[in-house]
């Protein structure tokens, strides 16, 4: 099993090291291993509140964003709908048989909700017809369902492999609260502190979070997104940080956490 707790293809195909953290790649699937279980969470628990919460904050963003890229890409997300396909069944039979009735399709299928079969049935049994098996979409939706889990396990591993391509960097305010900024997004606002500190510790400080927010809640980051037709939607930018215990003291256990 990995780090995460799953099991692995034994196929091996390459091994990155990113900020401490190894990314291995089995048959296809990227996993993070290593470092990222009780050291990275050691790591991270002894940095101060105020830099635990921004790398989770950032943390969230970029699972977000890598999400989007693969989980929930116009191609990750088409689904053959059960409507979509009695319309296609009945539209190839009135082609054939009755051109002028082609262009009602949509509307038949639409007040048949519920019951495209039967009405896909009755126009087969009219027109002389062999008919289809019954679609249901279940299949479909699964496969799609366990599609959607990898992808979000990817999402999870690019997450941690692109913080090595920004610039991250350390902000300390005037009350000496200290956050993780992202150096470019900070110039570009103009919101750079006086008091501030780059390098690849920097990185690695983060990479530690990263690794165990990853390490010790991989299921649950995958579930809330799978579950949901848009990132947002899970609320996890909401409610994830200040959950673990990242922002603040943890509000559940973790059989709690896998009801959120």
């Not at 943390?59 to 709908?81: E, H, Q, V």
């Not at 960097?169 to 501030?196: E, H, L, N, R, Y």
């Amino acid at each position: 099993p990995t780090a995460m707790g799953h099991t692995t293809p034994a196929r091996h195909v390459g091994v990155r090291v990113v900020m401490g953290v190894v990314v291995v790649v089995l048959g296809g699937r990227r996993v993070l291993r290593g470092h990222a279980t009780k050291e990275s969470g050691t790591e991270c628990a002894a940095l101060p509140a105020s830099l635990r919460c921004s790398a989770c904050g950032h943390f969230i963003d970029g699972y977000y964003s890598a999400a989007l890229r693969s989980a929930f890409s116009a191609k990750a997300t088409k689904a053959t709908s059960v409507a979509k396909v009695y319309a296609e069944r009945l539209a190839a039979i009135y082609d054939e048989y009755a051109p002028d009735k082609r262009g009602a399709v949509e509307s038949l299928v639409r007040r048949a909700k519920g019951k495209e079969h039967d009405l896909y049935v009755r126009v087969c049994e009219k027109y002389g017809v062999a008919k289809a098996p019954p679609y249901d979409g279940g299949a479909e939706e699964a496969q799609g369902a366990d599609a959607k889990a990898e992808a979000l396990r990817d999402a999870l591993a690019t997450t941690v492999e692109t913080l090595e391509t920004q610039q991250w960097a350390q902000s300390t305010g005037d009350d000496g609260t200290a956050v993780f900024v992202d150096f470019q997004k900070a110039m570009s606002g103009g919101s750079i502190s006086a008091s501030i500190s780059m390098g690849p510790d920097v990185t690695a400080k983060m990479a530690s979070c990263y690794a165990a927010f990853v390490a010790d809640h991989d299921d649950l980051l995958v579930a809330r997104l799978a579950a949901v037709k848009r990132p947002y939607d899970s609320k996890l930018h909401k409610t994830f940080c200040d959950n673990i215990g990242a922002c603040g003291d943890p509000s559940f256990d973790d059989a709690d956490l896998s009801e959120l």
